[in-house]
């Protein structure tokens, strides 16, 4: 199993970089050549979600993706520091006109992930949160001379 990690400042033209990283790795993992697209976009769109909770409250902490390369399938991991409402704060209406559009913009974005990558998961709390999409990977083929 080999890991690529990186961290960029949560800043949005570092997105673009992690993006390029992203579709990097996952080709030499051999996911599909015609899933790169959906990789890109999906990695670009979770960071740039990361990105977002961080400067929305100030967070100068690093936002951190993980490419793991495992048997049969390839996971991207971003993670955030910033701290996530749960859903019974956020339907009280503590957080104000534009705590909420803030959150819908958060639900599009993950609506956007969903609809790109069929395997996702979406962790969050109070010390941050964790998107993981993975990618089933094709061996390479074999040569024989």
């Given at each position: 199993?080999a890991t690529v990690e990186l961290r960029f400042s949560a800043l949005p033209e570092h997105?673009?970089?992690?993006?390029?990283?992203?579709?990097?790795?996952?080709?030499?993992?051999?996911?599909?050549?015609?899933?790169?697209?959906?990789?890109?976009?999906?990695?670009?769109?979770?960071?740039?979600?990361?990105?977002?909770?961080?400067?929305?409250?100030?967070?100068?902490?690093?936002?951190?993706?993980?490419?793991?390369?495992?048997?049969?399938?390839?996971?991207?991991?971003?993670?955030?520091?910033?701290?996530?409402?749960?859903?019974?704060?956020?339907?009280?209406?503590?957080?104000?006109?534009?705590?909420?559009?803030?959150?819908?913009?958060?639900?599009?974005?993950?609506?956007?992930?969903?609809?790109?990558?069929?395997?996702?998961?979406?962790?969050?709390?109070?010390?941050?949160?964790?998107?993981?999409?993975?990618?089933?990977?094709?061996?390479?083929?074999?040569?024989?001379?």
């Open positions: 199993m997105v673009r970089t992690a993006r390029l990283v992203a579709a990097a790795v996952a080709r030499r993992a051999g996911v599909d050549e015609a899933v790169l697209d959906e990789v890109r976009l999906a990695v670009g769109e979770a960071c740039s979600r990361a990105v977002g909770l961080h400067q929305s409250v100030g967070i100068t902490a690093p936002v951190k993706v993980s490419l793991i390369e495992e048997e049969k399938q390839f996971s991207i991991e971003v993670g955030d520091e910033a701290p996530h409402a749960t859903p019974g704060e956020r339907a009280s209406g503590a957080a104000g006109d534009d705590g909420e559009i803030e959150a819908e913009e958060d639900e599009m974005g993950l609506a956007v992930i969903s609809g790109l990558v069929d395997d996702v998961e979406v962790s969050a709390g109070e010390h941050g949160g964790l998107i993981r999409m993975t990618w089933p990977t094709t061996p390479p083929a074999v040569v024989l001379p």
